[in-house]
């Protein structure tokens, strides 16, 4: 299918450590996805595997996105199919600023969707980074410091974010962007990922908490345990596992035998 | 080049290369006297080799100095357009200079400079029309008895550059100095820099050759007196072609709340042996040395750094940022020194590797001799690969492993290039990052 992210029985291992035994999910174009769990139940493991991390081993399974298996393919190229990751913990790229990075980034894309292009003229780059800049509500001079280079939590989150609405996904995994910001953060980032969805993208948003759902409305709700998403329902099943955390999928999972 | 030619050759470091290279010269008696002592030392100096401390990385038994054309003129030589293009009149230069295959090719100041003192010319003019501010100094910061190379430069160095900036003046623009080799195969080029009291300048001094110069050699010499209150930025851009044989001997004497700030791009030369010193002698003295280097192919480079707290309160810090690539090697030995008496120095070295191919290869030898017990010494020095979560986040973000790594390579550098306050050699130093990057080989360690 065209209009959708596929997961398909993915097992994956991490220095030899099975951490995901078979993950289904399906995330359609105009849906937003929430994933919860409990810490260490292999989230961010299936984000990275989305984005083609090399350090994660995959032992089986598929991953179909515009109609083909992503898993072989490097990072960049997944990223020039639309695929985007907000990464749980941001990486510092110390010498390099954002406006330099966002622009190689933005002009990269251009050349593959035309090796004949010149790259984005400045003044337009400049124009648009002011803009997305303002949308999650940080300082022009923020573009001229070194990419996540001792920034706060809350930074990392918004440059992040930032990057997502210059480069335009069509499928994002956003991997806690909730963490780390404070009560008014949440509401600026969330409002900046309200505005970037439309009907053409899909989110996959990874969190703990029901904060950052209160505004962003998932359409569906899942749950991963163990290595595997074991609940899926609707925006009610967030709520419930705010009352009830997760104990009450211990005692429903542990004992099964992975297969 | 129709009809150029090379004439009047003679090799080696012997006597009567030594009769005949003073044969050709028609120098003051000072000069000539200053020569023959360092031809004296010279020849009872050995050519370092292995056992020597300093040598014990760089290995030059494959040179041989009984080879070296010590006494050649080209003929009819012609500059390239793209070395003078360099140095030509433009306005935001106070001064050019083209030394071509020894010879000024292009010498001019900015005229009301030139009438308020501003010294800027070669060498060899300058010993002829300005003695009384070059032999106070000449041989003076760097001595023959600093080592082989030095005693060889002293005794056979054929031209140079000399810039003498007088008493408060404070210079706008930069001046800029290209020694350029094309034909003559060796060079002994010599540097002199005098800034006067409360004077300040930008000097900017560039070394190129291309690659199709094989197997040429250059020996060099870099002396600078920089007196109360004053300030030089001094930046040498090292594009030597990667065949050649390099070797130098620079020092800075920096006297009293004077500033000097001294950025070494080093990107050439097939052999590198440098010896760079700051000499602190007046209280409140500041150095700053930054290097960015990238070395490729089987370019070996050996900087060997010297930071000397003679007088109290003085203040140096060093940073040089490396990257290798291919079977390139590189050596950094520093020391700093706090001599006694010394009280309340500053001083802080780092040295910082980066190392792009499996068979690329960096030493990193720190070093500290404190003779003083009131101070601040600190050091560090790395060697490490690129980062492959920082990789991987670039490139989820689209960028392919080229352009990851390139954008990490210059992010690496990033923070010293930012010391270079002129723009054209910013940007020369990033074309030429570029191109040593080119495609990285299957099994360099971004892949
Ligand atoms: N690179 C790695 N090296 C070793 N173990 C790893 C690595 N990455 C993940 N793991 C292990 O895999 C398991 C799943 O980790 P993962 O980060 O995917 O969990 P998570 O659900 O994202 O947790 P959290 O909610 O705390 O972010 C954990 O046991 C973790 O220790
Ligand atoms: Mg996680």
């Known amino acids: 299918m065209e209009d959708a992210l596929i997961i398909q029985d993915l097992h994956v291992r991490v220095e030899g450590k099975p951490v995901l035994r078979g993950v289904d999910l399906t995330v359609r174009k105009g849906e937003i996805h929430a994933l919860m769990g409990p810490n260490g139940s292999g989230k961010t493991t299936l984000a990275y595997v989305l984005m083609g991390h090399p350090a994660y081993s995959v032992d089986q399974g598929e991953v179909l996105w515009k109609g083909q298996n992503i898993l072989e393919l490097p990072p960049d190229e997944r990223a020039h199919l639309g695929l985007f990751l907000a990464f749980q913990y941001p990486v510092a790229v110390p010498g390099v600023t954002v406006a330099n990075f966002l622009r190689a980034a933005l002009n990269e894309r251009r050349k593959r969707l035309n090796p004949e292009d010149k790259g984005i003229p400045i003044p337009e780059f400049r124009k648009l980074l002011r803009e997305k800049l303002a949308l999650l509500g940080l300082e022009d001079s923020f573009a001229a410091r070194y990419v996540n280079d001792g920034f706060s939590g809350g930074e990392k989150k918004r440059l992040e974010i930032l990057q997502m609405a210059v480069l335009q996904p069509e499928m994002a995994i956003l991997d806690e962007t909730d963490s780390g910001l404070d009560i008014d953060g949440v509401r600026t980032v969330a409002e900046g990922i309200n505005r970037i969805f439309n009907p053409n993208m899909g989110i996959l948003l990874i969190t703990h908490y029901q904060r950052i759902l209160n505004y962003i409305k998932p359409h569906f709700v899942h749950v991963m345990y163990n290595g595997r998403v074991v609940a899926s329902g609707g925006p009610d099943l967030a709520l419930e596992l705010e009352e009830k955390g997760y104990e009450w999928l211990r005692e429903q999972f542990v004992e099964q035998p992975t297969s | ?447």
């Open chain 2, 1 to 447: 080049m129709t009809g150029a030619h090379l004439v009047q050759e003679t090799r080696g470091i012997g006597p009567e290369s030594f009769e005949a290279f003073l044969g050709t010269r028609e120098e003051p008696e000072w000069l000539r006297q200053a020569r023959q002592e360092a031809w004296q030392i010279l020849r009872e100096t050995p050519k370092p080799g292995p056992e020597d401390e300093a040598w014990r990385r760089t290995d030059i038994r494959a040179l041989s100095i009984e080879d070296l054309a010590t006494v050649i003129v080209g003929d009819g030589l012609t500059s390239p357009e793209g070395m003078l293009q360099i140095v030509e009149r433009q306005d935001d230069l106070a001064g050019g200079l083209l030394l071509f295959d020894s010879q000024p090719a292009l010498r001019w100041v900015d005229e009301q400079l030139g009438r308020r003192g501003l010294i800027f010319t070669d060498l060899l003019t300058a010993v002829r029309e300005h003695r009384d501010q070059v032999a106070p100094y000449l041989g003076h910061v760097v001595q023959p008895a600093d080592g082989f190379f030095a005693a060889m430069n002293a005794a056979f160095w054929r031209n140079g550059v000399f810039l003498y900036v007088p008493r408060d003046l404070e210079i706008q623009f930069p001046l800029r100095a290209v020694i350029g080799l094309q034909k003559v195969p060796t060079d002994f080029s010599r540097i002199l820099i005098v800034v006067e009291p409360g004077a300040d300048v930008t000097f900017i001094d560039e070394r190129l050759a291309d690659d199709g110069i094989g197997a040429a050699f250059h020996t060099g010499i870099v002396e600078i007196c920089l007196k109360e209150n004053a300030r030089l930025t001094y930046i040498a851009l090292q594009n030597w072609g990667r065949y050649m044989w390099n070797f130098t001997h620079e020092r800075a004497s920096v006297d009293r709340d004077s500033t000097l700030d001294w950025v070494v791009v080093g990107m050439g030369a097939g052999v590198t042996k440098t010896f760079l010193e700051v000499d602190l002698v007046g209280h409140g003295a500041t150095a700053y040395m930054s290097g960015v280097f990238f070395f490729d192919g089987q370019q070996h480079a050996d900087y060997d750094t010297e930071q000397d707290h003679i007088a109290p309160h003085t203040k140096s810090d060093l940073l040089y940022k490396v990257a290798l690539k291919d079977r390139a090697r590189s050596v950094w030995q520093g020391m700093i020194r706090a001599h006694p008496g010394a009280q309340k120095t500053d001083a802080y070295q780092a040295n910082r590797n980066l190392i792009l191919s499996p068979h690329a290869r960096a030493d990193s030898i720190p070093g500290l001799e404190i003779m003083a017990n009131d101070l601040r010494c600190t050091h560090g020095a790395t060697v490490g690969q690129i980062n492959q979560e920082e990789l991987f986040y670039l490139m989820s973000r689209g960028l392919s492993r080229a352009a990851a790594t390139r954008l990490i390579v210059e992010g690496f550098f990033a923070p010293v290039l930012d010391r270079i306050p002129v723009p054209d050699i910013r940007r020369q130093a990033d074309a030429i990052i570029h191109r040593k990057l080119g495609i990285l080989a299957e099994g360099d360690f971004s892949s």
